[in-house]
């Protein structure tokens, strides 16, 4: 199985950790789409990563998609419940930290630019979004039910790599302020020996790879 990417993409890096905590055995392929990759295009139109390549040679992106499809192909260790609505309100918070990282890349996207040339409304509304993101994950975290429970979900994963690019692009500094219950979440979950082998390197100076 191959994984067409790289750890800078929290989207990679998501997907990265799930196959880590089920154990399944890929090699990253390091691609990314701002380079006319042609390995990308040919399994993504879209010219986006993730792409998983599975042994049989069927293509999967977007990491949602991939998600899905690693917890229908390997059901051990599950990531989401198996009474199909509580597993739709795990995917929906999976879906809101998705969010956030889509405003964080966002913002990243903007200060490529220069500074004349960077809408301050663009970068307002999405940190705004990442706020209430922030605030929601906070709740939910608190509550216990779809989040931070005993058992490591989709929607935990999905929340440490959002977390992780915040502070690995230093979007948001003061994020954690008034956010204890998150914090200790993510701190727990970055522990981790999956979020470990993934964290992203220092010295990486992309900021297209993302996509």
Not at 44 to 64: A, H, M, R
Not at 192 to 201: D, G, Q, V
Request: aromatic share 8%; glycine share 6%; net charge negative.
């Amino acid at each position: 199985m191959k994984l067409l990417g790289s750890y800078t993409s929290p989207y990679v890096r998501k997907i990265s950790v799930i196959l880590l905590e089920k154990g399944i055995a890929f090699d990253l392929v390091n691609a990314s789409p701002w380079a006319d990759d042609v390995h990308v295009v040919a399994v993504n139109p879209l010219g986006k990563v993730p792409v998983l390549i599975t042994s049989q040679g069927e293509n999967y992106f977007d990491s949602p998609i991939i998600a899905h499809y690693l917890e229908l192909a390997y059901p051990q260790l599950a990531l989401l419940p198996v009474e199909p609505f509580e597993a739709l309100r795990v995917r929906q918070i999976e879906a809101l930290a998705d969010g956030v990282t889509d405003a964080a890349m966002a913002i990243v996207r903007e200060c490529q630019r220069s500074p004349e040339g960077q809408n301050a409304q663009v970068l307002l509304r999405q940190r705004e979004k990442i706020r209430r993101g922030l605030d929601a994950l906070e709740r939910y975290a608190g509550e216990g039910f779809w989040l931070n429970t005993p058992a490591l979900s989709l929607a935990d994963i999905a929340v440490a790599c959002a977390v992780g690019v915040i502070n690995y692009r230093r979007i948001m500094p003061n994020w954690c302020v008034d956010r204890p219950v998150l914090v200790a979440l993510v701190e727990r979950l970055f522990a981790r020996e999956s979020f470990a082998r993934t964290t992203p390197p220092v010295s990486a100076v992309l900021y297209g790879d993302e996509m």
